[in-house]
């Protein structure tokens, strides 16, 4: 294990830690979707990942969250070996995936009769939650929307939904799969704030998987990129931009200097990963 | 309903309220056109029926005035109200026991992919045997009466409840599980929370499918091995050459049907309007 050496000292306080872990799909001679795959994410950090689509992001992040298991190598969340669904993590996907016959307000609360403190107060606490729901929905630009359904919002309306969906029950972990990947520009910028907002608020570790590098930079402490399938990590770049960062900030140069930086990194990397692959065989 | 106001009021600032007074009219005027549609056609329908048998002089045994039915409905409204009755609690009966054992089944089979590979095809198979054929032997092990008719309806009107249940519940979006999942949701969660609730217009869909089934298969069964019910009815009165009250067995099975759709039909829009998107369902 060559990289075990250096990543060790950075893994001390790690939330999430991925370990030479190998995914494969569909067994002997199905798809493997990830190989040799490490990372390490501190409690509390937001990281990034960008890759070339269908290099195994989607399957990270069901990886971590225990949905699917590794055929090799070592899951840990939360100090423990991750070997079934996590049941503390919050997931938003591109897909908003409400329901159409819940109100805003209940879609958003549905977590709470699934997660197990929650499930068994709900009942008895029920206003108390639901205020906790409103509070939510307003801090995402929502208040007075509570009880429409899903079919009379906009995309990034039903997006917000679903974020305050991942939120609810204060997740130790938030697992962020292209969530603004079907929106239109200025709706994405808009959720970037929303999304930095509720990170500030509460700092759950946060994964969010994007095609989007100024999305990355704008939001994560870290940003790692995944090489094409079978995905590893392969680089990765600490962004160091003070808190909170303004939309304005990202048409400086110093953020597209680091914008660019990654670009090239990313060329690197596939350049190199094809030549670290032969060299492998 | 709530349609005009949805739609309307968006476009009223420029032209004053005049237009949107007149498309408001035409909605309207639209609509209640399309609640008579059913009825003049029927009426057409019936005169069209009348005209033609007294015009060719088509005799009463082989097809009767729309008039002749009536007045065979009028003078036998009393064994028409009894066995039609009869006929009604059979096939409910039949229908009722459809749905729980529809619903049961669907849930299992959808939420279960050993069982969806394991029953589905046996189902398949079941279905396509000719039930029709099964009430004779119905009739030895039940004797004559209403238990075959309600076993037959049972039979005939199951199967499009539990393919239809176990499609919707199977086709949650797996992305939604997945959500659920990770909030260590056990699999009775997500069909309870959603694969039940999305599964209900495919439910209800089937189950206007279903009733029509279930009338098919106590009448079929009446006629068969019974000595109650409008099937039975049709049976002795076509024996007898009384071909208008055949025909007005026929007319109280169409009412029966279409009640018991009109019935299902107002529970759907009740309970599941999310699924049109707040429009009433056609
Ligand atoms: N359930 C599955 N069964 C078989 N192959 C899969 C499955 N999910 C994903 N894959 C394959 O694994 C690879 C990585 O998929 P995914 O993680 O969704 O990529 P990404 O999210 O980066 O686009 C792809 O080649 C995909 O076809
Ligand atoms: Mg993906």
Not at chain 2, 41 to 66: D, H, M, N, S, Y
Not at chain 2, 75 to 102: C, E, H, R, Y
């Amino acid at each position: 294990m060559p990289d075990s050496g250096p990543a060790r000292s950075a893994r001390q306080d790690a939330f999430v830690e991925l370990d030479g872990v190998e995914v494969l799909y569909g067994g002997d001679g199905g798809t493997l979707a990830l190989r040799d795959a490490s990372l390490s994410v501190a409690k509390g950090e937001f990281v990034a990942v960008v890759g070339p689509s269908g290099c195994g992001k989607s399957t990270l992040m069901r990886l971590v969250t225990g949905l699917w298991p590794a055929s090799d190598g070592n899951v840990i969340v939360a100090g423990r070996e991750v070997d079934g669904p996590l049941s503390i993590a919050g997931m938003a996907f591109q897909n908003p995936t409400l329901l159409p016959w819940r109100t805003v307000l209940d879609n958003v609360m549905l977590p709470l009769e699934v997660v197990v403190p929650h499930r068994g107060r709900l009942r008895r606490e029920r206003a108390a939650y639901e205020a906790q729901a409103r509070d939510l929905l307003s801090l995402v630009g929502l208040a007075g929307f509570e009880q429409r359904f899903p079919w009379q919002l906009s995309g990034g309306m039903q997006q917000r939904t679903s974020l305050c969906r991942a939120l609810i029950h204060q997740p130790a972990l938030l697992m962020l799969d292209e969530p603004f990947g079907a929106l239109d520009v200025f709706t994405r910028e808009e959720l970037w704030g929303v999304l930095q907002d509720l990170w500030l608020a509460r700092k759950p570790t946060v994964i969010l998987v994007t095609h989007d590098l100024r999305e990355a930079v704008y939001l994560a402490d870290r940003v790692l990129v995944m090489s094409a399938r079978p995905g590893r990590i392969v680089a990765e770049r600490r962004i160091d931009f003070a808190r909170p960062r303004r939309l304005a900030g990202t048409y400086a140069a110093e953020f597209q200097a680091v914008v660019q930086d990654l670009r090239d990194q990313i060329d690197e990397s596939r350049r190199g990963d094809g030549q670290g692959a032969g060299d492998a065989a | 309903m709530p349609r005009d106001e949805a739609v309307v009021p968006a476009p009223v600032r420029r032209n004053g309220s005049s237009r949107a007074a007149a498309l408001a009219a035409a909605a309207r005027r639209r609509r209640r056109l399309e609640a008579v549609l059913p009825w003049l056609l029927t009426l057409a329908a019936l005169a069209l029926w009348e005209v033609a048998v007294r015009g060719f002089a088509i005799p009463e045994f082989i097809l009767p005035k729309p008039s002749a039915i009536a007045a065979s409905m009028v003078k036998w409204w009393d064994p028409l109200l009894q066995n039609s009755w009869q006929t009604l609690m059979t096939t409910v009966v039949g229908f009722a026991a459809a749905i729980a054992f529809g619903l049961a089944l669907g849930t299992a089979i959808g939420s279960s992919s050993l069982l969806y590979r394991g029953l589905y095809p046996v189902l398949i198979a079941f279905n396509s045997v000719p039930k029709v054929a099964v009430v004779p032997i119905l009739v030895i092990w039940f004797g004559i009466g209403s238990v075959p008719a309600a076993i037959t309806a049972f039979l005939l009107s199951f199967f499009p409840i539990v393919v239809n249940v176990a499609t919707g519940i199977a086709t949650v979006e797996p992305e939604l599980s997945d959500v659920l999942r990770a909030l260590g949701a056990r699999p009775l969660d997500i069909v309870r929370k959603v694969g039940l609730p999305r599964a209900m217009p495919f439910f209800f869909a089937s189950l206007k499918v279903s009733i029509t089934s279930a009338f098919v298969g106590s009448i079929i069964a009446e006629t068969v091995g019974s000595n109650a019910g409008i099937g039975h009815l049709m049976i002795v009165a076509s024996s007898r050459f009384d071909v208008p009250l055949v025909f007005a067995g026929l007319v109280v099975t169409a009412v029966m049907g279409v009640a018991m759709y009109g019935g299902a039909q107002m529970v759907e829009n009740r309970t599941i309007g999310w699924a049109t998107r707040g429009m009433p369902a056609a």
